[in-house]
C-alpha cells in the first residue's frame, strides 16, 4: 500500500524529518482513534513537514493479547485499512504497511531485549496499567510484558524522529529513549533519538472510554463505534451529543442516554416544523405590517435575532458547545414549548386573516432562522427541513446565515412576554400543588401597577386561558374585588390571586376529609 515517489527530498537531507505510528487490529477504528490521531495523523501528512510518513497496521503486536484468536487479528487488518483511507490518509504521501510482513522487526526486537532488564519494564506505568486492566496479573503473556520493546524496533528500524502518542503512551516512548541511548553507548552512535509529539489540544492525549476510567481501547471493549450509533440514532444526534455541554480541557462521559436526547430533539424540531408546514398549507403568507404584528409576534422575532448575534460570536470564538445549547434552548423552551402554544388560537381561528397571516409568517420566518444556526450541528435533519420549508432556494447551505438587525429588536414585548411567562408557571405550579385537575377553570386576576406592562398583559389573555386553564386573565390597578383568601403569587413587577372557591371544589374536600377521619 506504501508508494516512495513522494517520500521528499530525504537523500539530499542529511536528517529526514520521519514520523512513525500505527494501530493495532484489534477492532474496528472507533471515535477516540479518530480524535486522538487520525485527525492529526492527516494535518501531518498534509502540512509537508515531515520527509517521510510510515504508519504501521501492528498485526504481530495485536497478538500479544488475542493469541487465541488470530482470525480477529487477520480480518481487523482490511478494517483499518480501510478507516485510514476514509479519514483522507492518502497512500501517495504516507507509506501504511502491515508489521508482520518485515520480518527484520522481530529479529531487531530479540537484540534489544538484552538492553531491557524485567524489573524495567515492571517499572512501565503503562505496562503496569494495561496488565491490570487486561487482569494478565496471574499469567503475563511474555509478548505482551515485551511490547515496549518491540516498539522500540518499530521506531528505530525506520529511524523516525517523531512519534506521536497520547499521553498515555508516554512512558512506552521513553523507555524507548532508553533503550536507544544504551545502544549507542555500547555499539556506537548508530539509531536516531525519537521524540515525543503530544497532540496540540490537550482534551484529544486521552479520551477515556465510556466507562469513564480506561483510555477508549478496542481491545477493551469501552470504545464507542460511531456507525451503530449512527445506526440507532442517526448522525444528527451523534454530532449534537459529541459538542453539546463539551468544554476543552474536560472529560466527557458518553452515555446512549445522552444520544437518545439528541435524537427526542431533532424529533421535536421535526414535528414542529410538520406542525408549521400543516398550517401553511393551500395560503398565500407575506409579510405583515409591523402594525400587524402582535406581542407575542415581536417578543420572538427579537429573540431569535438577539440569538443571532449571540450565536455568531461564540461561533468566532469557537465556543461550539456554548453557541449549540443557546440554540438548543431556544428552539426547544422559546420556540416550540411558548410561541407555538401561544400563538395556536390565532392559527385555528379564521376570524382574523391578519393576524393568522402575521402568526405564519413569523413562525416560517423564525424556523427559518433557527434551522440556519443549527444547521452546523444539525446538517441532514435541518437540510431536510429548509428544503420543504423554502422550496424557492437552493439549498440550506447556501443560504445566508442570520445577522442580527436593528429593526428587529422590541425589548418592550421582550418585558412583556418574559412577566406573562412568570405568570403562567406560576400559576401552573399552584394548581400542580394543591392537585387542581385541568378541568377546573379558574379566574386568575393580576394586579400590577405599571401601566404599559398591564396593558401587555391583557393582550395575552386569550392565550393565557389554553397555557393555564383559566376562564379569564383579568389585569387591574390594585386588589379591589378579590377575595381575602384568595391564593396568591409574587412575580416581578405584579401579584397574581386565584380564588380559592375556584380552585377547590369545598364540598367535595369536606366529603374526603370526612372519609379519612
Not at 39 to 45: A, D, G, I
Request: aromatic share 8%.
Amino acid at each position: 500500500m506504501s508508494n516512495s515517489s513522494s517520500m521528499g527530498n530525504d537523500k539530499k537531507n542529511n536528517n529526514p524529518k520521519i514520523i512513525l505510528t500505527g494501530d493495532r487490529p484489534t477492532g474496528r477504528l472507533h471515535l477516540g482513534h479518530y480524535v486522538g490521531s487520525l485527525k492529526r495523523r492527516v494535518e501531518l501528512q498534509n502540512s509537508g513537514e515531515f520527509d517521510k510518513i510510515f504508519i504501521m497496521i501492528a498485526d504481530a503486536q495485536a497478538l500479544t493479547d488475542n493469541a487465541d484468536n488470530p482470525e480477529k487479528v487477520r480480518q481487523n487488518i482490511i478494517e483499518v485499512a480501510l478507516d485510514y483511507l476514509s479519514c483522507g490518509l492518502d497512500p501517495s504521501k504516507t507509506n501504511i504497511f502491515i508489521q508482520s510482513q518485515i520480518p527484520q522487526l522481530t529479529e531487531l526486537t530479540f537484540y534489544y531485549m538484552n538492553l531491557v532488564t524485567v524489573s524495567r519494564l515492571q517499572r512501565n506505568p503503562t505496562v503496569k496499567s494495561e496488565i491490570q486492566l487486561r487482569n494478565f496479573e496471574a499469567s503475563i503473556p511474555v509478548g505482551f510484558f515485551t511490547y515496549p520493546i518491540s516498539q522500540t524496533a518499530d521506531i528505530t528500524a525506520f529511524k523516525a524522529t517523531t512519534v506521536p502518542v497520547g499521553e498515555d503512551q508516554m512512558p512506552m516512548i521513553e523507555q524507548t529513549q532508553e533503550i536507544v541511548h544504551k545502544f549507542n553507548t555500547v555499539y556506537g552512535e548508530a539509531l536516531v533519538q525519537p521524540k515525543i509529539m503530544l497532540p496540540e489540544n490537550d482534551s484529544c492525549r486521552r479520551l477515556p472510554g465510556i466507562d469513564g476510567k480506561a483510555k477508549m481501547s478496542k481491545s477493551l471493549g469501552n470504545g464507542i463505534d460511531p456507525l451503530e450509533v449512527i445506526d440507532e440514532y442517526g448522525a444528527d444526534a451523534l454530532r449534537l451529543t459529541l459538542i453539546t455541554g463539551n468544554a476543552p480541557g474536560n472529560d466527557m462521559r458518553f452515555y446512549n442516554e445522552r444520544v437518545e436526547s439528541s435524537r427526542n430533539f431533532a424529533n421535536k424540531v421535526w414535528n414542529a416544523s410538520r406542525f408549521i408546514m400543516m398550517n401553511m398549507e393551500d395560503k398565500v403568507i407575506s409579510k405583515p405590517d409591523e402594525a400587524d404584528f402582535e406581542v407575542t409576534d415581536k417578543w420572538i422575532l427579537s429573540k431569535v435575532n438577539t440569538l443571532a448575534k449571540d450565536v455568531t460570536e461564540n461561533m468566532d470564538k469557537f465556543e461550539l458547545g456554548i453557541a449549540v445549547q443557546k440554540v438548543y434552548d431556544f428552539i426547544w423552551d422559546e420556540f416550540c414549548d411558548w410561541y407555538i402554544e401561544m400563538v395556536k388560537p390565532r392559527l385555528y381561528s379564521t376570524d382574523d386573516a391578519v393576524s393568522q397571516n402575521a402568526a405564519l409568517w413569523t413562525l416560517r420566518e423564525v424556523l427559518k432562522k433557527s434551522l440556519k444556526l443549527l444547521h452546523p450541528y444539525m446538517p441532514f435533519v435541518t437540510e431536510e427541513i429548509y428544503s420543504k420549508l423554502v422550496p424557492e432556494e437552493e439549498s440550506l447551505m447556501m443560504s445566508d446565515w442570520p445577522v442580527y438587525e436593528e429593526e428587529w429588536n422590541f425589548p418592550v414585548d421582550e418585558n412583556i412576554v418574559d412577566h406573562y411567562k412568570e405568570i403562567i408557571r406560576g400559576i401552573r405550579n399552584v394548581r400542580a400543588e394543591m392537585n387542581v385537575p385541568n378541568s377546573r377553570k379558574a379566574t386568575a386576576f393580576v394586579v400590577c401597577e405599571d401601566e404599559e406592562l398591564g396593558a401587555g398583559l391583557a393582550l395575552l389573555g386569550h392565550a393565557a386561558q389554553n397555557m393555564a386553564a383559566l376562564n379569564e386573565l383579568v389585569i387591574q390597578k390594585d386588589k379591589s374585588g378579590i377575595a381575602d383568601d384568595a391564593v396568591s403569587i409574587v412575580v416581578p413587577d405584579a401579584t397574581v390571586y386565584l380564588p380559592l372557591e375556584e380552585l377547590i371544589d369545598f364540598e367535595q374536600e369536606i366529603e374526603r376529609l370526612t372519609k379519612e377521619e
